[in-house]
Structures are given as structure tokens and as C-alpha cells.
């Protein structure tokens, strides 16, 4: 049990650079599992409409409790059965997305679509185990994360900048950390947090 401990390595004001250089670390990887995880708060029907778009059958769904006025059902929704008039899709924002990718597919168009809402593409796999370092692969805690307007794993504090994070042991590897924030050319950038 527990969570995963994310280190932050590396922070920039171009979202498609800190999805080149997480893309770089998931290289590190030892295996990489088939998907990615994808979330992003969409503020605008503008932003809507471009994920929609990319990923029309994903989980769309109102950051609050909305109930059908006739049924009293809460509302979920997927790209299909989204409002696709402005006018009955203003009153649903803001709108998170959160699914699950194939890897490799839709992440970079991801990137390019988002708007100024926070949002995540996180990847798991395993670390390579590291003797001289003593550090040892853990596939239930490791990834990366790519964070695009916030500084922060959980996405829920706003920035005008994107963060890579490295997910590690729940009981934390800041000699791995840092070795892999060298390989892009980056640091530790602040205290591990929890993770996933």
C-alpha cells in the first residue's frame, strides 16, 4: 500500500518542451506499461471542443455534482454524448477529462490542445534496478509525469509554467531522482510529494 514519491526535475514555460524531455526519462524506463494517463480541467468550450476532436470517447465530466432536472441522475458524460451546441455546453464547465491512452498515440496532440486549465500525462513502468546506486526498480510506484499549468503532482495549484516529475518507491530514491534530472539536463527542483 502507500503512494508513489514524485521529485520534480525539470520546469519550463513551453508545455511541448516538458513533453519532449518527460519523454525522454519514460526512455529510461526498464518497461513502460501500454497506457498513459491523461486529465485536464477544460475551461472553455473552445478547449472542449478541441479535445473532443482528439479524444471524442473519453470520460467528460462536470468538476461538480449535476443532476438530469427530469431523473435527478447525476451526469456523466463521454465525448458522444456531450452537448455539442456552445449554448448547452457553457453551463457544464468546467469539464474534467481523465482516461486512459494508449501510449505512444494521442499524448503530443494532447499537449497541443490544452488550454490554460491544469492537466497531467503520467506513464508507468519500472525503473532499471541500479546496484551501485542502491536503487531497485519498484513497477507499482514508477513513471514519470508531465504537469502543464501547474508546479505541483496533484494539478490542483495553477502556474504559468509545466513541471516533469519522476516517480519513485513510496519510501523515496532522491539518488535516482537525481540521476535521472542529469540525464535531461535538469535537477531536483524541490521536496518529493506524494504521488500516484
Not at 103 to 121: H, I, Q
Not at 157 to 167: K, Q, Y
Request: proline share 7%; with cysteine; aromatic share 10%.
Amino acid at each position: 500500500m502507500g503512494s508513489s514519491r514524485a521529485y520534480p526535475v525539470y520546469r519550463s514555460s513551453d508545455p511541448l518542451d516538458v513533453y519532449a524531455q518527460a519523454q525522454r526519462l519514460c526512455a529510461l524506463l526498464d518497461s513502460r506499461d501500454a497506457d498513459a494517463h491523461v486529465s485536464a480541467e477544460l475551461r472553455t468550450v473552445a478547449d472542449v471542443q478541441r479535445m473532443l476532436k482528439l479524444l471524442p470517447d473519453v470520460s467528460y465530466d462536470p468538476d461538480r455534482a449535476l443532476t438530469d432536472p427530469v431523473t435527478g441522475d447525476y451526469l456523466f458524460f463521454t465525448g458522444r454524448t456531450l452537448p455539442v451546441d456552445p449554448v448547452e455546453l457553457e453551463p457544464l464547465l468546467p469539464l474534467l477529462l481523465n482516461d486512459e491512452v494508449a501510449s505512444g498515440g494521442v499524448e503530443a496532440s494532447f499537449v497541443r490542445a490544452l488550454g490554460k486549465g491544469p492537466a497531467t500525462v503520467g506513464w508507468t513502468g519500472r525503473w532499471p534496478d541500479d546496484p551501485a546506486l542502491r536503487s531497485f526498480g519498484s513497477p507499482k510506484y514508477d513513471g514519470v509525469q508531465a504537469v502543464f499549468n501547474s508546479d505541483d503532482s496533484d494539478w490542483e495549484r495553477w502556474a504559468d509554467t509545466h513541471t516533469v516529475f519522476v516517480h519513485v518507491t513510496k519510501f523515496g530514491d532522491l539518488d535516482r531522482a537525481q540521476w535521472l534530472a542529469a540525464q535531461i539536463g535538469g535537477e531536483v527542483l524541490g521536496e518529493a510529494v506524494t504521488g500516484w
